[in-house]
């Protein structure tokens, strides 16, 4: 091979390229997209008899939803934190202070079996746990706190990993900010994803024969498909593994407040490429137009949510009360305190209601589409990109140096 056109001068120190390619966008982007909703997703426990492919598939499909609706994923995990906070409570009101967060996480995940004398052994929720504690009916478990993070030791390094990479994606799209490089509609696509991983008696039963003590609902499997006379999934009865697909029904607090903060931050991020150089300028428009409509319909869905809420609790009967009949008050009152103590705070059965149903229906397709063009719209992009993506942030302006 002829090296006669190869500079042959004598040089010093020479810097590494200043310049990243598209591959190496991409490459960053969908890594951690995969490795972020793959191993922060704790799934509940499967069913004994569950096949690998079941599983496979399982996870392969809230792997999906957690990047089409990351902002999902993250109600459902707050209805979980929400419904340990009340477990940890119950129990250590009734004398059980070493019942922690971590027990209330692993209870209501499927991980206490009840096998009656007479029938199919199945999963306890921490609330139906402690009824039956609580009633004689089943020993306190003796299971310590440290024995249920022994289980999860392998995840350890996984994890660690995906944290760092997750910091890696958040300090590389802030330094670019800071020194004006473009951002890649990737990128802050993968931005907001990362960031919202970051929560029997003898009566007629639905799931298990402890349905009156708590039904593990109300959620999509349970409530919504039978709303629609769809099949319920598991269709096995006693159920034999917690659903994922729990609802956070009651308001609870600062927690609710933070959920639905969260979901905004994750629509607001799409507005920031609001002023993005875009291949076309109509790309440029759709782009806004969508995140205008993801954030708008993520803002209306907590208000019906909200509104549907205060239905289930009374809170409207309440308001009504208070403003036109206010001596009916106290009977109103004392009647829902009585009822809330004859059901040991259990979740209300009527979900979803039919104008909340169907109010939401055109939300979450206009959630759908808005978030499906944002996604396509984070590749098109790449045809044709402000060269200063392909520029490397020059951390040099940040760290101490002579």
């Known amino acids: 091979m002829s090296t006669s056109g190869v500079d042959r001068s004598r ?139 022994d289980k999860s030791k392998q995840d350890r390094l996984s994890k660690g990993i995906t944290a760092v990479q997750i910091a890696y994606v958040v300090i590389e799209c802030s330094g670019r900010a800071m020194q004006n490089l473009a951002i890649t509609t990737l990128e802050l696509n993968t931005l907001g994803i990362v960031l919202i991983e970051e929560i029997t008696e003898h009566r007629q039963w639905r799931t298990t024969p402890l349905d009156f003590v708590d039904e593990n609902g109300p959620g999509w499997s349970l409530n ?30 600062v927690q609710e407040y933070c959920v639905c903060f969260a979901t905004l931050l994750f629509a607001g991020i799409h507005v920031g490429g609001w002023n993005f150089s875009f291949p076309s300028r109509l790309e440029q428009i759709l782009w806004r137009t969508a995140s205008l409509l993801l954030f708008g319909v993520t803002a209306a869905f907590w208000v019906l949510e909200t509104m549907a809420s205060w239905v289930r609790l009374g809170r409207w009967k309440w308001i009504y009360l208070k403003l036109v009949d206010p001596d009916r008050l106290p009977e109103f009152e004392k009647a829902r305190e009585e009822r809330r103590r004859a059901t040991d705070m259990r979740e209300p059965a009527l979900f979803p209601l039919p104008w909340e149903f169907w109010s939401i229906v055109p939300v979450a397709l206009l959630d759908g589409i808005s978030r499906l063009y944002l996604l396509v719209e984070a590749f098109l992009e790449l045809r044709s990109v402000d060269a200063s993506a392909f520029v490397n942030v020059s951390w040099s302006e940040y760290l101490p140096h002579i």
């Open 224 to 253: 919504v498909q039978p709303f629609m006379k769809m099949p319920v999934i598991p269709p096995q009865r006693p159920i034999q593994r917690i659903p994922n697909d729990r609802f956070p029904m009651n308001p609870y607090g």
């Open 11 to 149: 040089v010093g120190w020479v810097d590494g390229p200043s310049f990243r390619g598209t591959w190496d966008i991409l490459w960053q982007c969908l890594v951690t997209t995969f490795i972020c909703t793959y191993t922060l997703l704790c799934l509940n426990i499967p069913a004994p008899k569950d096949s690998v492919w079941t599983l496979f598939r399982r996870r392969a499909l809230w792997m999906v939803l957690a990047v089409l609706g990351p902002e999902i994923v993250l109600t459902y995990a707050a209805g979980q934190w929400s419904g340990a906070r009340h477990s940890v409570a119950a129990f250590q009101r009734s004398g059980y202070s070493q019942w922690s967060m971590r027990m209330a996480f692993f209870a209501d995940m499927g991980g206490f079996v009840l096998q009656p004398r007479d029938g199919e052994p199945f999963p306890l929720n921490a609330k139906q746990l402690h009824w039956l504690v609580v009633n004689g009916h089943a020993e306190y478990p003796a299971l310590r706190p440290e024995d249920v993070w």
